[in-house]
């Protein structure tokens, strides 16, 4: 029996694939059960990203070669609430250097209520986001002034949005500098062209293809639910499905304005702390929205959190 350290680079339900980064040699693993009981409320005990200490069954007939026996403690990580049980939550990726949030105006059109929860969990754990604007070769000849509109959304947030097309490689340079010797999760809804920004960063990667699992857990499910490739360039991106919502989890609604950082900026100016910058008097946020300082799409997404008492959905 031997032991090692290494990341996980793949989920594939209740088995997984690790690697020895930055060798990129993969291997199957499956958990420990007293690792899963030991996730408490998560319905995800291992994240894509999770530095694991492992032991291997070097002998010739292991059912099970690598077992993964403990967690190491992560940088950071990104959690939603759980889609179908509100008191649990879900990490998506752990030990990230970057989000990369990508959207798209249309095809499908964004939600900014969606994107804002994604960006206040991002806050929340001090993950570097970026925002990705994807598929401008499709409309934004028609519509750019919609394109100006939402930019200035954001750039009054202090966040950069990144216009993309996996299709006439705009956009792509800068995107593979931002994932340059970085780990970087791409998330975004589904049809938003996350598996074709990878495929532009590197033309030899398919995300599609599970060759890997196909090989190794023949006759067991072998859909990936979250995995990370290497980038030729440098650096790691991890795709994820494609979400249909993001709950927010463990954020009391007194904390929420703290992440948009536009509202924390001038929070210290309204007359009475705390303040829930909704009825209260004298209140710099409101008086930061009606001067144009704060977008209302970012505050009208505030309000929503706050009205919140289960869980997200679009």
């Known amino acids: 029996m031997t032991s090692g350290i290494a990341t996980v680079v793949k989920n594939a339900g209740s088995h997984f694939f690790l690697s020895e980064l930055p060798q990129w040699r993969l291997f199957p693993a499956v958990l420990r059960g007293k690792v ?167 033309p030899s990667l398919d995300p599609k293809v599970g060759k890997i699992s196909a090989a190794h857990l023949q006759g067991k499910h072998t859909t990936s639910l979250y995995e990370m490739y290497p980038l030729a360039g440098g650096g790691y991106v991890i795709d994820t499905p494609g979400l249909r919502g993001f709950g927010l989890y463990g954020l009391e609604k007194e904390e929420i304005s703290k992440y948009f950082p536009e509202m924390l900026r001038v929070a210290d100016d309204c007359k009475f702390i705390p303040c829930t910058h909704t009825h209260e008097p004298d209140c710099a946020v409101k008086a930061a929205v009606e001067a144009g300082e704060i977008a209302p799409e970012r505050y009208n997404s505030y309000l929503g959190m706050l009205e919140e008492d289960t869980k997200f959905r679009k």
């Open 36 to 202: 899963r009981l030991e996730a408490g409320t998560s319905t995800n005990p291992v994240a894509v990203g999770d530095r694991v200490r492992y032991e291997y069954d070097v002998t010739p007939d292991a059912e099970h070669p690598a077992v993964i026996t403990e967690i190491l403690d992560r940088t950071n990580h990104l959690i939603r609430k759980s889609a179908n049980l509100s008191r649990q939550s879900h990490v998506i990726a752990a030990n990230l250097d970057m989000a990369l949030l990508v959207v798209s105006l249309y095809f499908p059109e964004v939600k900014l209520p969606f994107l804002d929860r994604q960006l206040v969990t991002c806050e929340m754990f001090k993950i570097p986001a970026t925002i990705v604007l994807n598929k401008v070769d499709l409309y934004r000849s028609e519509v750019q002034d919609e394109v100006d509109a939402f930019k200035s959304i954001y750039a009054r947030a202090g966040y950069k949005v990144l216009e993309t097309s996996a299709k006439t490689g705009e956009g792509i340079p800068e995107l593979r500098e931002l994932c340059r010797d970085r780990l970087c999760l791409i998330s975004g809804e589904s049809g938003v062209g996350k598996s074709s920004l990878i495929r532009a960063l590197d």
